[in-house]
Nanobody, 128 residues
Framework: QVQLVESGGGLAQAGGSLRLSCAAS????????MGWFRQAPGKERELVGC????????YYEDSVKGRFTISRDNAKNMVYLQMSSLRPEDKAVYYC?????????????????????WGAGTQVTVSS
């Protein structure tokens, strides 16, 4: 089991930046691929991006490529989402999630169903 807690959400202006953090506790051997998802009102939860536990390989959803960056510090059991050039359409609740489904291959977990562990989410609002 692993517990995840997000922080760093809030209000930003369009074009601005925010950095989200995700702290993991419980089973903290770092052997989890980590993902960031978001869910806007009335919409399905969607993947923002994810990062492999060992190779640090990343994957990003097209709309955030070049604007968002995922990083992790396995020694601190932390994962980060640096968001830049924010747009009003980035407004959503952002969730951190952990997956051990594809640990020993190159495949990245890109669907919500691949993640058994979730944080409670943090609200990001972008004003135009």
């Amino acid at each position: 089991q692993v517990q995840l807690v997000e922080s760093g959400g809030g209000l930003a202006q369009a074009g601005g930046s925010l950095r989200l953090s995700c702290a993991a506790s419980g089973r903290t051997d770092s052997r989890f691929d980590m993902g960031w998802f978001r869910q806007a009102p009335g919409k399905e939860r969607e993947l923002v991006g994810c990062i492999k536990w060992s190779s640090y390989t990343t994957y990003y959803e097209d709309s955030v490529k070049g604007r968002f960056t995922i990083s992790r510090d396995n020694a601190k059991n932390m994962v980060y989402l640096q968001m830049s050039s924010l747009r009003p359409e980035d407004k959503a609740v952002y969730y951190c999630a952990a997956s051990d489904r594809y640990l020993y291959g190159v495949r990245l977990p890109i669907t919500p169903a691949s993640y058994p562990y979730w944080g409670a989410g943090t609200q990001v609002t972008v004003s135009s």
